[in-house]
């Protein structure tokens, strides 16, 4: 079985929101710097990836969460990197409670990029082998984003900030935008219960992006639709389900 | 003496920017943390300041810096409560590394302000005295900020995530606004020395704020003078010297 590797965190005020949870930004940035910790742990940071020419690129993730992380919780965070075909490396991550119960689930795709012509890379077997990861025929298919049928949408623009230390615009920043859009009444009444969002094209820095937005109402809650577009071209695309928020402020 | 409080701190990649150092939103995070764990520890944090109807807000901040602390690095922030008089209270912090060496240090000037009329309020013997800082009679004059001549200036929305679980806009986030502005051919050739900043009015969400920023040549290295204003009302004004970055990246 596929190592795993786990990291404990104490969620602080500047993670979270006015909900008193941990935003997606910061929640991506920590299970991600789980699975950066593993890769260095068993030799195979991105010094080691890079001197392929190729550095990993995240193309889809989709998370269940029970609840989100709190202001103040201890919370912990594990990774492994489960499966893996010839393009394709599958990985999946659980934050939990102090008491051991499941909060969020990740199940996310990574892909190695060739980092001069920015074209996918075949899985290198250098690079993956200390993971133990099972290797497998299949193409596992992801579950179906719903496209807008009428949207809204907000502009944008790529900061500075929005560019982190691996040089270019972080994944997790795109939520960033795609919340935001929802405005402070919707993001203090619901909370969010899965979503699933695909990574297709790379926003650079100075760009101005547009956020498309549409909710939907559903038996149980809401389903926001999301697209992340420029000149007419599709570069992220997302769903979210929201449940009412029970939580106590 | 008054009473220190020390903690570490391991800079992850997502607390910096492409240069490879922490951003201002997250240094300040991180050191406004160890004050609010202070606080917690002397049995004064917020629960107990809100009980008597009041909230701490801090107006300035002046900040010298050796140098920004880089990803993976272990840093020790310090802080200590130092003087305060009938209004304002001085409170400083220092960032280590791991040698002992001083990269950063922060003299802050915060006030007790009531949360129902907004206004300042006389410091609280019964909040302060755990810290054991100095009961000075002066008011510390703050160092001058140089007004713009001639400025440029870009609009920013005040978003979603710019409001922390504090429920305002948290004073870390002006620096988006500030630092953005400067661009990134700038912002990868020069390296911040000494930051003044004082914070006038609170912006709230859903604001759109203007940046307003100069740039002048001093005799070592460039002056940005900051302004954060909104229907011509000043919110926020900042100097920030910067020299030539010699960092090997």
């Given amino acids: 079985m596929a190592k795993k590797y786990t990291k404990k965190h104490e969620v602080s005020y500047y993670e979270c929101d006015v909900n008193q949870t941990m935003t997606f930004p910061s929640m991506l940035g920590v299970v991600i710097k789980t699975s950066e910790e593993q890769s260095d742990v068993l030799g195979r940071g991105s010094d080691f990836v890079n001197s392929f020419g190729l550095t990993w690129v995240i193309t889809n993730y989709s998370m269940e969460i029970a609840r989100l992380p709190r202001v103040g919780e ?3 965070v594990t990774t492994q990197a489960m499966e893996y075909n010839k393009f394709f490396c599958y990985r999946n991550f659980w934050i939990h409670d102090e008491e051991g119960h499941e909060l969020v689930k990740i199940e996310s795709v990574f892909v190695l990029m060739d980092f001069v012509n920015r074209k996918m890379s075949s899985v290198n077997e250098e690079i993956i082998a200390p993971f133990e990861s099972n290797k497998i025929k299949k193409i596992k298919r992801q579950e179906k984003i ?3 049928e009428s949207g809204l949408m907000l502009p944008y623009r790529v900061r500075f ?6 040089q270019h ?9 795609i919340i935001d859009v929802l405005g402070y009444d919707f993001l203090t009444t619901y909370t969010p219960e899965k979503v699933l969002i695909r990574f297709d094209k790379e926003v650079e820095y100075g760009n101005e992006i547009e956020s498309h937005y549409e909710q939907v109402t559903r038996d149980e809650g809401v389903l926001t639709r999301h697209e992340i577009k420029m000149q007419g071209q599709l570069y992220c695309e997302a ?3 929201w449940k009412v928020s029970k939580q106590v402020k």
């Fill in 169 to 177: 615009v972080n994944n997790a920043m795109y939520f960033n935008w």
């Fill in 146 to 148: 719903e496209k807008i």
């Fill in 74 to 76: 201890q919370i912990t």
């Fill in 161 to 166: 900030y929005d560019i982190d230390s691996n």
């Fill in 239 to 241: 769903n979210i389900s």
